[in-house]
Every structure is written in structure tokens, then in C-alpha cells.
T-cell receptor
Framework: DTGVSQNPRHKITKRGQNVTFRCDPISEHNRLYWYRQTLGQGPEFLTYFQNEAQLEKSRLLSDRFSAERPKGSFSTLEIQRTEQGDSAMYLC?????????????FGQGTRLTVV | AQTVTQSQPEMSVQEAETVTLSCTYDTSESDYYLFWYKQPPSRQMILVIRQEAYKQQNATENRFSVNFQKAAKSFSLKISDSQLGDAAMYFCAYVLSNFGNEKLTFGTGTRLTIIP
């Protein structure tokens, strides 16, 4: 296992289009997180899964955003009707079970540009 | 709500010298973790060092060490013998030590430049 994998690495889309990103966590990790990072800022928490259950969602995650982790393995993040303000780096991270605040391993991110 | 503040947007250091990056945080909780993450250009974020709030001893990882001042809510990172590979964005982060509350709160980052 080579770590957390995110696809695509880059996505350019027109305003109003829908986009979907995929995250493959480290195989034995049951916790998966999505963050958004805009230029000059630190990552901001979007949502968190434990296995297939989505346990927490940030207020940043508007109704246009939906995340799934159907079998407790990979996760998808969909943005509907994209807006220019959605342009950002979307980061995925995973961590192992049964440990408090264990190390979160991050993927390289998907950079979204909405034109 | 918890907040993390990094007041140094950019820092630079001569190769082989020592540099300290600052971080302060605000929380009403007593049990939490603090982290320093490194984000090299176009590469994924990696954990540099972790500190558990209930441990008084400062964490160290090879050339990296922290100065954790719980009462002052300060968590600085010291990098000794700086190397060119240390050039990156460094983020300070906080997380509560509760199962079911795993979200990291990050600062805005410090861009570290290493001068050869």
C-alpha cells in the first residue's frame, strides 16, 4: 500500500457543472476525512467517516456537496452546480482504528478550478 | 470553538542553522493533541511531530522538537540543523482527544525557506 490516493489530481470545470473526486485510503484505516484548502490558508474540515458511517459534517459542506463511503473503503466527494468559490484543493486523509487522535495520513489532494 | 494561530506567514533560515516556528491555540478543553504537519510543494502533508496535552515532556523527533506551554497555549516547533529538504509549508494543528471527534483544526501555515 502506497498511502492515500486521490483522483484526479487536477480538475478544471465550468461553473454549474458537477464534479466528483475519489479518495482511496490506506487499506486498514477505518477513518476517513475530507478537508478543503484554499490558497494561503490551512486545511478546513469538511466531513468525517468511520467505516461507512458519516459521523460529522462541517457547516462548510453546503447542500451542493455530498460525500459517500459506501463500503467503508474508498470515498467520493461530489460537488453539484459548481461555483467559482469552490475552487480549492480538496484533501483526503485516513487514520487507523482504536487510537485517539492517531496520525492522519494525507493524500496529495485534488485541485479544483472552476472557470 | 477551537482556533489555531500561526503569526509568521514566512520564515527563512540558513542551512544548518536553527529556526523556531510559532503557534498559539485557544481551547477550553484540557485533553487534546497538537501536531505540526509539513506540506512540501506539490506533495502531500506529512506529520512532523505530535504532542499530547497531558504529557508535560516536550516531544522530540530527531532534529524536530517542540516547546509546549499548556498554560500559555503555545506550541512552537524548533528545527535544528536545517536542511534544504525542510523547505515547506508548516501547519500547526489541534484535535480533541475524544473518540468520535477527530477533526483537525489547522493554523494558516508558515512558509519556511532554507537558504543554502
Amino acid at each position: 500500500d502506497t498511502g492515500v490516493s486521490q483522483n484526479p489530481r487536477h480538475k478544471i470545470t465550468k461553473r454549474g457543472q458537477n464534479v466528483t473526486f475519489r479518495c482511496d485510503p490506506i487499506s486498514e484505516h477505518n477513518r476517513l476525512y475530507w478537508y478543503r484548502q484554499t490558497l494561503g490558508q490551512g486545511p478546513e474540515f469538511l466531513t468525517y467517516f468511520q467505516n461507512e458511517a458519516q459521523l460529522e459534517k462541517s457547516r462548510l459542506l453546503s447542500d451542493r456537496f455530498s460525500a459517500e463511503r459506501p463500503k467503508g473503503s474508498f470515498s467520493t466527494l461530489e460537488i453539484q452546480r459548481t461555483e467559482q468559490g469552490d475552487s480549492a484543493m480538496y484533501l483526503c486523509a485516513s487514520s487507523a482504528r482504536d487510537s485517539k487522535a492517531s496520525e492522519a495520513f494525507f493524500g496529495q489532494g485534488t485541485r479544483l478550478t472552476v472557470v | 470553538a477551537q482556533t489555531v494561530t500561526q503569526s509568521q506567514p514566512e520564515m527563512s533560515v540558513q542551512e544548518a542553522e536553527t529556526v523556531t516556528l510559532s503557534c498559539t491555540y485557544d481551547t477550553s478543553e484540557s485533553d487534546y493533541y497538537l501536531f505540526w504537519y509539513k506540506q512540501p510543494p506539490s506533495r502531500q502533508m506529512i506529520l512532523v511531530i505530535r504532542q499530547e496535552a497531558y504529557k508535560q515532556q516536550n516531544a522530540t523527533e530527531n532534529r524536530f522538537s517542540v516547546n509546549f506551554q499548556k498554560a500559555a497555549k503555545s506550541f512552537s516547533l524548533k528545527i535544528s540543523d536545517s536542511q534544504l529538504g525542510d523547505a515547506a509549508m508548516y501547519f500547526c494543528a489541534y484535535v480533541l482527544s475524544n473518540f468520535g471527534n477527530e477533526k483537525l483544526t489547522f493554523g494558516t501555515g508558515t512558509r519556511l525557506t532554507i537558504i543554502p
